[in-house]
């Protein structure tokens, strides 16, 4: 493997790694929330252990953790490999790119179908004491260190792309 050059990794690759820890950081956010409307019930909420009213990402299932790897892993592979050129060519901006989007829709599935981390009957008894069930800050941190990730992926496979047009 060729010596790393930390003065040759790009912005992009900076940002990519940035954004990967940043959704490294929201695996230990409150990732949901429990939350009620009647002040009784808030403060019963309250007496409880936090780890029964807020879960992070570990606590909230798979759709909660493992797109986040799919952000914090390319963003890693790309400073780390995306100065080689057999790397880089062979596809390490699309893999990047494609590994950041399916993160981005498995996050986007786990968001729609956040009440289910808890079964038919718990969800019953949260509806009927008027108990709401809500994405909390390390899901919206996650899905920002997402969105970012793709969007500098993309910035990097246009330019592999006219990288490719001037070499021809």
């Given at each position: 493997m060729p010596e790393l050059a930390l003065k040759k990794v790009t912005w992009r690759e900076w940002l990519g790694l940035?954004?990967?820890l940043l959704a490294l950081v929201a695996l230990y956010l409150p990732w949901t929330t429990l939350t009620a409307s009647r002040p009784e019930i808030e403060d019963a909420l309250t007496?409880?252990?936090?780890?029964?009213v807020t879960r992070d990402a570990w606590h909230a299932g798979f759709l909660a953790w493992a797109p986040l790897f799919l952000v914090?892993?390319?963003?890693?592979a790309v400073v780390l490999f995306g100065r080689v050129d057999a790397v880089r060519r062979a596809g390490l901006p699309h893999l990047w790119?494609?590994?950041v989007i399916g993160g981005l829709l498995l996050m986007v599935l786990g968001l729609?179908?956040?009440?289910?981390?808890?079964?038919?009957?718990q969800r019953g008894i949260f509806s009927a004491a008027g108990i709401e069930i809500g994405a909390g800050?390390?899901?919206y941190l996650g899905l920002a260190a997402a969105v970012v990730s793709a969007v500098v992926a993309f910035f990097d496979v246009?330019?592999?792309?006219?990288?490719?047009?001037?070499?021809?």
């Open positions: 940035a954004a990967g007496t409880l252990p936090a780890n029964d914090f892993l390319p963003g890693l790119l494609m590994a729609v179908t956040l009440d289910w981390q808890f079964d038919a009957d800050l390390g899901r246009r330019l592999l792309r006219a990288e490719t047009r001037a070499r021809r």
